[in-house]
Every structure is written in C-alpha cells, then in structure tokens.
C-alpha cells in the first residue's frame, strides 16, 4: 500500500493519557477509564476459567471403568470447553480495543459496560447446559444470543462514545474523519455476532453447523489477515481513498498491549491456582457426623483419608505456580506481543485453564486406582499443551527477535540460553512421564508424582546449571587456543628477559 503524505499518528494503546486528568474530568462528570477496564479484565478472565467447572465435574462414580465412553465424554466436552474459553477471549480482545478508542467514560457509558459484562457472566450457564445437553440445541442457541447480545452492547458503546466525541481518543476527536472510524469499527463489532446469528439458526436442525461457525469466530482476524494477504498478492496493493489524506491506522485486529496480555494471563492463573483449593474445601472436609460414627470422633484420622487429595493438590498448585513462572519469566523479555503471539497464548491459557480437570484425574488415584494410567495420560497431555504453547510463544517471537525481544533474551543474548531451558523443561518432563507410563505402566501414578516433585527442583537447579555449562563452552576455546609454554634447548642459554612474541629492543 502506498503511504500517504500525512498520516495520523497510531492510536495509544492504553486510550488517553493520564496526565492533566483529574479535577477537570470530574467537574464535567467524566472519568478515566482504567479502573473500568481493570474490573473488566478481572471479570472476564474469571468468566473464562469457570468454563472449565461443568468438565471437572463430570461424575465418574468409583464403580465406572474409565473406556471408550467415558474418554469420548470427556474428550467432547474439554473441546466444547476450548471453543467456548477462546470465544471469551475473543470477547476480552474486542473489549480492550474498544476502550483503546473510548478514552473517558461518564455514567451512562459505565453502565453501558456493565450490562456488557453481566451479558458475559451469562455464558458458563449456557456453556452448562451445552456440555449436559449436548444434542440439545437450547444450549448452542443461548450461547450464541449472549454473543450476539455482547455485540450489541458494544455498539451501543461505540454509537454513544461517538456521539459525544469528547468521550474519544484525542487522535479520534481531531480527526476530520470520524464517520470513517465509526463504520469501519461497527463493521468489525459486528462479524462475531453476525457468524453466531447464523449459528443459532443452524441450532435449530443441524447443530453441528454451530460449533463450526463458533470455531470460525476465533480465527476471524487470521482469515481476514490471510484473506487480505491473498488479495494483495493477486490484484495488488490498496490505494488510499482520493478524497483523505489520513491514514486509518487504527486495527482491532492488531497486536493487544503486551501489559493487557499479562494482566489477563495473571488473572487466569490466579483463578485457575484458587479453583484447586475450593475443591478440596468443597470435597475434603469431613462429614461431622462420619467423624463421629467411622472415625470416633478423630478429625485427624478422618483427614488422613484425605492424603491423596491434599498431594494432588500440592502437585497441581506447584504446577500452575511454575508455569505463571516460565509466562512471566517470557513476558519480562518481551517488548511487544505480535498477533500470533496472542493466539498462542490464548491456547496455553486454554489449556492452564484445564489444569483443574488434571487436578481431578489425579486426585481420583485412591479412589478408583484400576484407572490410574488413562488419569495419568490424560493429566500429563494437560499440562504438555499447556507448556508447549508457552514454548511456541518463545520461538514465535525469535522469529522477529529485533521487535519483540528485549537484546539480552535474542540470539547470543546472556539470557538466550536460560530462557531456553526454562521454558523447554515443562513440556520435556510432561512428554517424558507420558512415555514412560507407556512403557512401565505399573508404574505410572509414582512416575507421575515423581514428575510433579522434580520439576520444581530443577526450576531451582536451572540457573546455576544453565551458567555452568555456558562457563565451560566459552572455556573450552580459550583452552584450545592457548599456546603450549617453550622450553629452552638443553644445555643452551636462558633468557627469561626476553620472549619471541616481543618486538626487538631499539
């Protein structure tokens, strides 16, 4: 596309500045809109974790043998689950960059947000009935009229923020062409919900449909991207439009804020690490009347039965605790998150979110121990996912190292190498202990602790081991290349004055 001769500035990722706000905003009955977006993040990351409570909670009685049935159960709803988690983050995505457009906000659009939000705490419900009812359209219909209600809600913000401009971004209230800004924006706000409007009327006779059409709202802003990469390479670049000079720079498809990535990713491993312990508030606290009747009255005795639980959970909260460590390990290095960058960390959160549903498989040890192998793949694939994706995010941005890299983390960089391993270690150790019950499948539940045990260990043992070995490789040349110390010939004069590697006295 050719550049035109005066281009706008690229919106501010975080709307208007902060400074000069303040006494002014309030006399005339605005506000900034961080602490807004602040509450919104937190209620949508929560939104998208609780997605995973009807999956954790399928009931497998003792007596059920974990077969084929079971597994297409489960199988099923972890993908429902998938779907429905990365449409929350689709949600989330369009949220923020709305209110990278709306840079204040008075009551009315407060409010507005809110009926957003209470919209998208109506999700998990639907999303319940949809695992449950899994033939059932109702499910798959009222999911679909949240999202299109969400959409609407949005355009009711934009519709509003436009028509009292001073709500808007600077770039955007000086611009001369805001209807320009208001289309092109509304047109994106609406593509979501206008797949889902579909969707729910293939809900009707032909759900499978559905699910496709949901799928295809995720991957909307890649098909387009593709879709507009094909078209240039067919017909050729875009002129800009004859009758401006602007340049519309503003993309809600482009990267998110690195700082809004990392809120919502805390947000999500917060969530994830308190569902662990109100399940076992919820399934460990013994009974007082089974107290008195199994155990005499002994509430230590009655706990002990509960050892198994409380080592799962041990386990799995030192699991999601370390993968928030490699995450934040990642992020500290990086400068920007690209768009691809930003799928795959929705799918390692995807998967983080998953984790509770390992926690459940691998506390079902004591109870159901004839299962234990299909419990132990199931929890080790989790967590595989999970890291990988992390992994992926590292080796995406080496690709465009110079944008997104902080220098000590690229290529050569003193952190390369570290990094490298850290984030290397969970997916090599999940990998491993998935293999090694194929093969000592006796075996499998002390393997899969012993992983849970080591791996924090070795995060501790990482660095000290990561600098041993880069000493010793920038060792080894420097040993190679020294030269040998000369000997005088026997009998012949010594001269400790001089040393051939110096020039000739004058």
Known sequence: ????????????????????????????????????????????????TVMILPVTHTDISPEQEFDKSIQKLLATRIAVYLMTFLIVTVAWAAHTRLFQVVGKIDDTLALLNLAC??????????FSLMVTFPDVPLGIFLFCMCVIAIGAVQALIMGYAFHFPHLLNPQIQRSAHRALYKRHILRIIFHGPALCFVAAGFSLFFYPASYLLMATVIFLPYVSKAASWCRGRLVGPREPPAHSLEFFTFDLHGPLSKERVE?????????????????????????PKD?????????????????????????????????????????????????????????????????????????????????ELERVRVSCAIIFFASIFQFAIWTTALLQEGETLQPSARFGGQEHAFMFAKLALYPCASLLAFASTCILTRFSTAIFHLMQIAVPFAFLLLRLLVRLALAILRALPR??????PTRPAPGGPRDDTCSPLLPAPC
């Open 117 to 126: 939000m209470m919209t998208i705490t109506f999700l998990p419900f639907t």
């Open 263 to 287: 809120a919502f990713s805390d947000g999500v491993y917060a969530i994830v690490a308190t569902l662990l312990i109100l399940d076992i508030c919820e399934d460990n606290v013994p009974d």
């Open 1 to 48: 596309m050719s550049r035109p001769q005066s281009p706008e500035p690229a919106l501010n990722v975080q709307g208007a500045s902060s400074i000069g706000l303040g006494d002014e905003d309030a006399a005339d009955g605005t506000q900034h809109s961080h602490r807004m977006l602040s509450f919104s993040d937190a209620l949508l990351s929560i939104i998208a």
């Open 479 to 484: 040993l190679a290349l020294r030269p040998a």
């Open 291 to 371: 107290v008195r009747e199994k155990f005499s009255g002994s509430l230590v005795a009655a706990l002990s039965e509960s050892g198994p639980h409380f080592l799962a959970y041990f386990g799995s909260f030192a699991t999601v605790g370390l993968l928030w460590f490699a995450h934040h390990s990642l992020f500290l290095h990086v400068r920007k998150a690209t768009q691809p960058m930003g799928l795959l960390n929705t799918l390692s959160l995807a998967f983080v979110g998953g984790l509770p549903l390992a926690y459940q498989q691998t506390s079902a040890f004591a109870r159901q121990p004839h299962d």
